[in-house]
C-alpha cells in the first residue's frame, strides 16, 4: 500500500507540475 501511495502522489505531483508550466505559459503569453 505504501509504495501505491507514494506512486499515486508522484503522479498527483506530475500533474501539478504539467498544469504549474502550462498557467506559466499562459502568463508569459498574456505579459508579451
Known amino acids: ?3 501505491k501511495r507514494t ?3 508522484a503522479v498527483v505531483d506530475i ?3 504539467k498544469e ?3 498557467l506559466a505559459k ?3 503569453n ?3
Open 26 to 28: 499562459i502568463l508569459d
Open 7 to 9: 506512486v499515486n502522489y
Open 20 to 22: 504549474g508550466v502550462i
Open 15 to 17: 500533474k501539478l507540475l
Open 1 to 3: 500500500m505504501a509504495r
Open 30 to 32: 498574456r505579459s508579451l
